[in-house]
């Protein structure tokens, strides 16, 4: 049976829908444009046949999700994936995904997740959509009338005259605004490249004894040991920095923090060694004690995933 919710996040309820077996891994789906969570009717009963825990939910402005209060507020695919992680943590209680499923915006949504929650996510599925700027720019060249038709007749199919009413309606809010989507495409594709060229700087850092990865308030990511000594430091631009962001939950302190700042301009020298207060205070033996205990108790675990990373997976 499913569990039906109105999760607030950001002052706007979202329609939610666990269902399942509780102990089964979860998987969240993401429908398409103009769709809602119904999307997937037929899908989850072979998900749950498989063992798996589905979470559906309603996009913003579709089906019981209503619409921003602020109608000036803009809503970017990160600002959309963000929240999806918190719908994931608040309905769950845990960030941790076997997968995300989904299909049309949907999919490119997917796949953003997964870049963005790579730790919290195992896999993910994505279709139904064109991604780059140029296969957008295709589209924009067929009929916009017949563009509309097409996308509303896919999504919100069925014979019913109710059925008809709707997709008539849909039409009357369905606009194709040739400089913004493509705009937004070449937007995607530089946040894109960016987790790959952050991903990229983050293997080559070598690893600190009983370490940890910190983004400093100068904009240099630094790898440090227990003690805090710096092994490896890189300065990052503010599209890298922002990136790095992107990884964790929103925050706009965060945002507001480093707003600004490019660890590019820090010099070498202070990279390697900055002053002791902007970085973590060092373990103290408790925390040691608490690591080992933890090392020792996952050591398999820990084996497993530092092979892979030497066999660069």
Not at 184 to 203: A, P, T, V
Not at 250 to 266: M, N
Request: aromatic letters at 4%.
């Amino acid at each position: 049976m499913a569990t039906t919710q109105a999760i607030n996040i950001d002052g706007i309820a979202y329609h939610t829908s666990l269902s399942g077996p509780a102990d089964g891994p979860a998987i969240l789906l993401v429908h398409a444009l103009m769709s809602n969570h119904h999307m997937f009717d037929s899908t989850i009963p072979a998900l749950h046949n498989a063992g798996y825990r589905t979470l559906a939910f309603d996009h913003l402005g579709h089906n019981l999700t209503p619409p921003p209060s602020d109608p000036t507020q803009d809503y970017s695919s990160e600002d959309i994936v963000q929240r999806m992680h918190a719908l994931v943590l608040a309905t769950t209680g845990s960030p941790k995904l076997h997968a995300v499923i989904g299909c049309s915006i949907g999919g490119v949504l997917a796949l953003r997740y997964s870049m963005h929650f790579p730790d919290d996510v195992v896999d993910h599925v994505s279709g139904g959509y064109e991604i780059t700027p140029d296969a957008a720019r295709r589209a924009l060249q067929r009929n916009r009338e017949q563009l509309c038709q097409e996308t509303v007749a896919r999504w919100l199919p069925g014979d019913t005259p109710h059925d008809a009413a709707v997709r008539a309606e849909a039409l009357k809010h369905c606009t194709v605004d040739d400089k913004s989507r493509v705009q937004d495409m070449d937007q995607s594709e530089q946040r894109n490249r960016d987790q790959q060229e952050l991903s990229r700087m983050f293997k080559q850092l070598p690893e600190g004894h009983r370490g940890l990865l910190a983004l400093g308030p100068d904009g240099v990511f630094r790898s440090l040991t227990g003690d805090r000594e710096v092994v490896g430091a890189v300065g990052l631009q503010p599209t890298l920095i922002k990136a790095l962001l992107d990884r964790g939950p929103l925050s706009q302190e965060a945002e507001d923090k480093y707003r600004g700042v490019d660890g590019t301009k820090v010099p070498v020298d202070r990279r390697w060694k900055p002053e002791r207060s902007i970085l973590p205070p060092a373990l103290t033996e408790a925390e040691i004690k608490e690591e080992e205990e933890f090392a020792a108790l996952h050591s398999d675990e820990i084996k497993e995933v530092e092979e892979k990373r030497a066999a660069g997976a």
